[in-house]
């Protein structure tokens, strides 16, 4: 079941640092400026080129005006620059569930705040503003980094889908699946306020 009004008036979710606007056609120059080969590697696309950029995000947005998907380009605050871009999709609002994915960052902003802030932002959208019970991940098996990532977040791993799907080199992947319910935001969302603390002690 889709909710129309998430589609047609999607929000803009930020914070003091890190601010996530609907993915617009005019982002795609910006994006393909920060584009590295590294972030497909495990992708179901393959962007070499300003005009690959183009229609990935021309279809991004068609997945949105069709109530697929929910694309979101990031904004670094401190410089207004965009450093990357991530989404919702699977979004049933009647099972009250979605999956978070389609995630990348500019070479400059990985391993830095930038993920967990994205996350801490989405996840609490979905669990406090549209009530989800369960926000799902799924990641490419051999991806052992972005497993990573997840785990640290507080996610819980379910298993592993065979063949889930076909990347644009022809390669046959398996996914990884993990989760977070609701039950499980109140110590996934201290986490997330936890390492925030740390971060903001280093940085004085």
Known sequence: MK???????????????????PMEKEHSVFLYQINHSDHWHYMLSTIQTQQEMDTWVKNAIHLREEGLSLPFTIINK???????????YEINSTQRTC???STWYGKDYQRTFV?????????TYC???LNF?????????????????IERLGAIKEG???NERILSNGYIRNAVLYSITKEEWIDVKQGFI????KYKSRSI
């Open 115 to 123: 993920n967990s802030t994205c996350k801490q932002l989405l996840l």
């Open 133 to 149: 019970i369960r926000v799902q991940f799924k990641t490419d098996e051999r991806n052992e980094r972005s497993q990573k990532a």
């Open 127 to 129: 669990f406090e503003t």
């Open 78 to 88: 401190k410089n207004n620059q965009i450093v990357g871009t991530t989404r919702l």
């Open 99 to 101: 999956e978070l994915g």
């Open 160 to 162: 592993v889908i065979r």
């Open 3 to 21: 909710n129309p009004i998430l589609f047609t008036s999607p929000p803009t979710l930020e914070n003091n640092v890190i601010q996530l606007v």
């Open 194 to 197: 936890e390492r925030e603390a």
